[in-house]
């Protein structure tokens, strides 16, 4: 596709509920980051992706959040009992190496 | 650990008005990335820097990389309405891929 593609665009989820965010990287584009950006902050990094390998889930909050990339392309961030503190735009970027990158537009979740 | 503290949090001017935004460390980072991001929607990339002492432009907007690597400045010139938004500024370090974030400048131009 043109851009990084994240759906949906807004998720609203009552706490303790679980939620898929995916992300449409650019097609080819090998590296794959997952960031939370609270409002008025800059992203805060969660994990990256080279290709299907999963090379450092270091910023995943807790282990309440996985995030897959099986085939190397799509990816899903997945977030069980969710909590109000989850609330947050999660952001997809992708690259073809690993410092340009590419952001879709987010989607914003709200858990209330 | 590696902070980005940029300065100032919110700017609002008047279109036309000059204006330069800071972003400032106390580590060296490879490399150097602005970005401006508008509501609704993700950053998107419009410089990096690489080279202490380099200076970019990109039209009205000039960035500066200090000379030791740790600070940065964005400069714009005759601002306009079109600016507006939250200006990132992002450090590379040694792991190549692992950015670090600064917390933003809002920036609001007043027609």
């Known amino acids: 596709g043109a851009g990084v593609s994240q759906s949906p665009r807004y998720k609203v989820a009552k706490r303790g509920q679980d939620v898929a965010l995916r992300c449409d990287p650019i097609?080819?584009?090998?590296?794959l980051f997952w960031y939370q950006q609270a409002l008025g902050q800059g992203p805060e990094f969660l994990t990256y992706?080279?290709?299907?390998?999963?090379?450092?889930k270091s910023g995943l909050p807790s282990d309440r959040f996985f995030a897959e990339r099986p085939e190397g392309s799509v990816s899903t961030l997945k977030i069980q009992r969710t909590q109000q503190e989850d609330s947050a735009v999660y952001l997809c970027?992708?690259?073809?190496?690993?410092?340009?990158?590419?952001f879709g537009s987010g989607t914003q979740l709200s858990v209330l | 650990t590696q902070l980005l503290e940029q300065s100032p949090q919110f700017l609002s001017i008047q279109e036309g008005e000059n204006l330069t935004v800071y972003c400032n460390s106390s580590?060296?980072?490879?490399?150097l990335q602005w970005y401006r991001q508008e509501p609704g929607e993700g950053p998107v990339l419009l410089v990096t820097?690489?080279?202490g002492g380099e200076v970019k432009k990109l039209k009205r907007l000039t960035f500066q990389f200090g000379d030791a690597r740790k600070d940065s400045s964005l400069h714009i010139t005759a601002a306009q309405p079109g600016d507006t938004g939250l200006y990132l500024c992002?450090?590379?370090?040694?792991?190549?891929?692992?950015?670090?974030w600064g917390a933003g400048t809002k920036l609001i131009i007043k027609p």
């Open positions: 580590s060296v980072f490879s490399s």
């Open positions: 820097v690489v080279t």
């Open positions: 992002a450090g590379a370090d040694d792991s190549n891929y692992q950015l670090i």
């Open positions: 097609s080819g584009h090998v590296s």
């Open positions: 970027a992708s690259s073809l190496g690993t410092v340009k990158l590419f």
């Open positions: 992706f080279q290709n299907e390998a999963q090379l450092d």
